[in-house]
């Protein structure tokens, strides 16, 4: 089973910015969809956005369109997650997980277990 590894969360202030790493051992990440999603307190987990295998397609959520970018460091092996323009309500748990697909965020399914996440916290 693929284990994943989130990283880069931390405590920003409103309109800060964070980097998000998502990183594998023992896979290639550049041929898989990845993305990532969200959990906040009191709340259901949703997708924000994902990457597919070839990287020519990207989806994100509505609530992050053009805050958030995703993107591969094949060097590193990682899908990262920039996030820009932080707003209070980004704040959640942040995972990745490998997809069936990346067609829609709201057909984002995670193929694996769930890792243990990254705290984002947007709080002044």
């Known amino acids: 089973q693929l284990q994943l590894v989130e990283s880069g969360g931390g405590l920003v202030q409103p309109g800060g910015s964070l980097r998000l790493s998502c990183a594998a051992s023992?896979?290639?990440?550049?041929?898989?969809?990845i993305g990532w999603f969200r959990q906040a307190p009191g709340k259901e987990r949703e997708g924000v956005s994902c990457?597919?295998?070839?990287?020519?397609?990207?989806n994100y959520a509505d609530s992050v369109k053009g805050r958030f970018t995703i993107s591969r460091d094949n060097a590193k092996n990682t899908v990262d997650l920039q996030m820009n323009n932080l707003k209070t309500e980004d704040t959640a748990i942040y995972y990745c997980?490998?997809?069936?697909?990346?067609?829609?965020?709201?057909?984002?399914?995670?193929?694996?277990?769930w890792g243990q996440g990254t705290q984002v916290t947007v709080s002044s």
């Open positions: 023992g896979f290639t990440l550049d041929v898989l969809h």
């Open positions: 997980a490998r997809l069936f697909s990346c067609i829609t965020i709201a057909t984002m399914r995670a193929f694996d277990a």
């Open positions: 990457i597919s295998a070839s990287g020519r397609s990207t």
